[in-house]
């Protein structure tokens, strides 16, 4: 019996899922992520750093093996390579409220590195709003490349300031609404996206799905984070034709809290409802499309008094 084929077994004889076993390890000061639990066990990856295959100690008291069984399943350890000390990574940096971030995410078994595994190279979103001017479909597509690892899933978090419910996802392809974690007081929710079918080591796949925005939202912008390795990215928001913006404009930030920058005003279409914000190899940082109606241009536009 292989290493995979003796976790999945004890995982099955144990009776717990796999965020079940993920939650006792970290009561045990153990941190493994449930993708990495899952790719274990289907053997489309193998623990080979050193803190990993430290942490089968304590799967195996989780999942009652005897001492050093899946370790003498893995064989000799991967050489070592020697690192400086490792930068803060940039998915924390792109969010406000880093510590509620990681709170959201450890719900599901996650660090923020994962927010950016697997790679997405290319970026897609576009945005709906609706007569109202509430913000209220949006669908992203993503083109990722997996490295050495493999994956099981995708995460998208999403920030909603005054929000009164929360989205859901409606519409998929090359991924399955996987579990649902929100953060009210926080105005913050993460979806888990399952990729269908799992993504082995160094290969390529196109997964979107489609979000329903909850109603009067009170935004009047659309953002999306690129971080390092992306090639591309587009962004459009189309507008319904009663509710058409005097202004549309692309903009750009370092990161969460930072100075937003002016990129580009936005010309739009000939119509006036559908505005596009495009870049080819971006620098890593959040860059979206800000709006004005009207009524909000007449008063900016008013000299003071």
Same mark, same amino acid.
């Given at each position: 019996?292989?290493?995979?084929?003796?976790?999945?077994?004890?995982?099955?004889?144990?009776?717990?899922?796999?965020?079940?076993?993920?939650?006792?390890?970290?009561?045990?000061?153990?941190?493994?992520?449930?993708?990495?639990?899952?790719?274990?066990?289907?053997?489309?990856?193998?623990?080979?750093?050193?803190?990993?295959?430290?942490?089968?100690?304590?799967?195996?008291?989780?999942?009652?093996?005897?001492?050093?069984?899946?370790?003498?399943?893995?064989?000799?350890?991967?050489?070592?390579? =020697?690192?400086?000390?490792?930068?803060?990574?940039?998915?924390?940096?792109?969010?406000?409220?880093?510590?509620?971030?990681?709170?959201?995410?450890? =719900?599901?078994?996650?660090?923020?590195?994962?927010?950016?595994?697997?790679?997405?190279?290319?970026? =897609?979103?576009?945005?709906?709003?609706?007569?109202?001017?509430?913000?209220?479909?949006?669908?992203?597509?993503?083109?990722?490349?997996?490295?050495?690892?493999?994956?099981?899933?995708?995460?998208?978090?999403?920030?909603?300031?005054?929000?009164?419910?929360?989205?859901?996802?409606?519409?998929?392809?090359?991924?399955?609404?996987?579990?649902? =974690?929100?953060?009210?007081?926080?105005?913050?929710?993460?979806?888990?996206?399952?990729?269908?079918?799992?993504?082995?080591?160094?290969?390529?796949?196109?997964?979107?799905?489609?979000?329903?925005?909850?109603?009067?939202?009170?935004?009047?912008?659309?953002?999306?984070?690129?971080?390092?390795?992306?090639?591309?990215?587009?962004?459009?928001?189309?507008?319904?034709?009663?509710?058409?913006?005097?202004?549309?404009?692309?903009?750009?930030?370092?990161?969460?809290?930072?100075?937003?920058?002016?990129?580009?005003?936005?010309?739009?279409?000939?119509?006036?409802?559908?505005?596009?914000?495009?870049?080819?190899?971006?620098?890593?940082?959040?860059?979206?499309?800000?709006?004005?109606?009207?009524?909000?241009?007449?008063?900016?536009?008013?000299?003071?008094?």
């Amino acid at each position: 019996m292989d290493f995979a084929e003796r976790l999945r077994t004890a995982v099955d004889g144990s009776g717990l899922s796999l965020e079940e076993i993920v939650a006792r390890l970290a009561e045990r000061g153990t941190r493994v992520s449930t993708s990495s639990l899952s790719a274990w066990q289907s053997g489309l990856s193998r623990p080979s750093r050193a803190a990993t295959r430290e942490a089968l100690a304590a799967v195996e008291s989780v999942l009652d093996l005897p001492p050093g069984e899946l370790l003498a399943l893995l064989g000799a350890a991967s050489p070592v390579r =020697r690192r400086g000390p490792r930068p803060e990574p940039d998915s924390v940096r792109l969010w406000n409220k880093p510590d509620a971030v990681r709170r959201l995410l450890a =719900r599901l078994g996650a660090v923020t590195d994962d927010l950016s595994l697997p790679p997405r190279v290319s970026r =897609r979103m576009r945005l709906r709003v609706d007569a109202q001017g509430n913000p209220r479909h949006v669908t992203v597509g993503d083109l990722l490349r997996t490295g050495s690892q493999p994956a099981t899933r995708v995460l998208y978090l999403q920030r909603f300031p005054w929000v009164g419910e929360l989205p859901s996802v409606v519409a998929t392809t090359g991924v399955t609404a996987g579990r649902f =974690r929100g953060d009210f007081p926080n105005g913050l929710c993460a979806h888990e996206l399952m990729l269908d079918p799992p993504l082995p080591p160094h290969s390529t796949a196109y997964v979107e799905f489609s979000v329903v925005m909850p109603p009067q939202l009170g935004t009047n912008y659309q953002n999306l984070r690129v971080r390092p390795g992306c090639r591309d990215f587009a962004l459009t928001v189309d507008f319904d034709a009663a509710h058409r913006p005097a202004r549309c404009w692309g903009y750009r930030q370092q990161e969460a809290g930072a100075d937003e920058h002016v990129v580009a005003d936005l010309s739009g279409d000939a119509a006036g409802t559908s505005f596009q914000f495009a870049r080819l190899d971006p620098a890593p940082g959040i860059y979206g499309i800000r709006w004005e109606y009207p009524a909000q241009a007449a008063r900016t536009s008013q000299p003071r008094k």
